[in-house]
């Protein structure tokens, strides 16, 4: 049953971070609701689909979960490339996480899309105690760079939902404005 006015939109979205940030998490909270304590490492990348619903439209993600193990990084521009967006995620516990994150940010922004949405997501943040990434230092490096930034709980779900709510907002917006772009398939 077709809905009159509403756009349906299809978006290509990829997660990027290291092994262990929370990427496949984030997504299992987001797609399934379901948060596992030992979640199994990613081989290559994993691919979900999720439908949105936004008002008068309706966001399709083609979600791609890539490994954050270094053998895979050369992999990673197969998945970003064509992509509306990405997460870049990072685990707050770990500031060599948030380096690695960085490397992401400057490989995206070098090579993708250049209307690309990006993330900065800063995950994990129920272990507050093990804190050693400060919430700023995350939001300063995001906005110097031209990006979004949350921090994020796949435990708790803190702010998964509202994550893929973003940019599915933003998605649309770029959809009213630029409604041909590549990256985008709209169906009556």
Known sequence: MARTGNKRLQAKLVLLGDMGTGKTSLVLRFVKGQFSEYQESTIGAAFFTQVLS????TVKFDIWDTAGQERYHSLAPMYYRGAAAAIVVYDITSMESFGRAKKWVQQVQRHANPSLIMFLVANKADLETDRKVANEEGEEYAKENGLSFLETSAKTAQNVNELFYEIGMELKEIGKSKPFTPNW????
């Open 54 to 57: 936004l008002n008068e439209a």
């Open 185 to 188: 398939n709209q169906a009556a």
